[in-house]
């Protein structure tokens, strides 16, 4: 069983850091419900939400070396893909998926800082059920999951970094509230979490 992450919190993705070599990043979440007396009953619930999940990734000195969104799917000559963009949010389980094959980033690489933000402006206090997994993809075993819980008028929030440290792959929960349509207006609270 997989580590249940509060915000703030370390740990490592695997106890002695060998033998991890793919994983992947789930984002999955629901449009909120309408709200109000009669809300559920005409209507159904808060209709799409477009959210997008997108990996920055780093070096040593906290420069981007990379950028993986739905606008490239792939980065770090393919260490990193992007399975594709979901704008509603229907369904269960992942929404959007980036996989990760940790074997194959240069070691130059420090850290991978997982962001989602919504494309169409939509506020957070319209999202309900949004959680982060770190899988094992090779054992489909889920390592760390984040409930991204907190509501609010954001348009964006950095869910995690996944970074190096003494040959061992770790997870940091960040849960930091954002403004930001994509990555880019993103990026001061991105560097931040760095």
């Known amino acids: 069983m ?15 850091g060998a033998g991890l070599t793919r994983i992947f990043m789930g984002l999955g979440w629901d449009a909120a419900k309408k709200g109000g007396l009669l809300g559920g009953l005409f209507g159904g619930g808060g209709g799409d939400i477009d959210l997008d999940a997108s990996c920055l990734v780093f070096d040593d000195a906290g420069q981007p070396v990379d950028q993986i969104w739905f606008r490239q799917l792939s980065g770090v000559n393919g260490a990193i893909v992007h399975t594709g ?11 959007e998926t980036i996989k990760v094959d940790l074997s194959r980033l240069p070691a130059s690489v420090k ?10 402006g939509q506020t957070f206090d319209k999202v309900a ?21 907190d509501s ?3 348009t964006g929030l950095v869910m995690a970094k996944i970074y190096r440290h003494n040959d061992e792959w770790k997870i940091h929960a960040i849960g930091e509230k954002t403004v930001g349509k994509t ?3 993103m990026m001061p609270a991105i560097q931040g979490a760095l």
């Open 2 to 16: 997989g580590v249940s992450l509060t915000k703030g919190q370390k740990v490592s993705l695997s106890k002695d």
């Open 85 to 95: 963009d979901n704008v509603t949010g229907a369904g269960d389980g992942d929404d």
């Open 111 to 120: 850290s991978l800082v997982f962001v989602v933000n919504s494309f169409r």
């Open 129 to 149: 059920n949004a959680k982060c997994r770190v899988v094992d993809d090779t054992s489909g075993v889920e390592l760390a999951s984040f409930t991204l819980s």
């Open 152 to 154: 609010g008028s954001h």
């Open 183 to 185: 990555f880019h207006d």
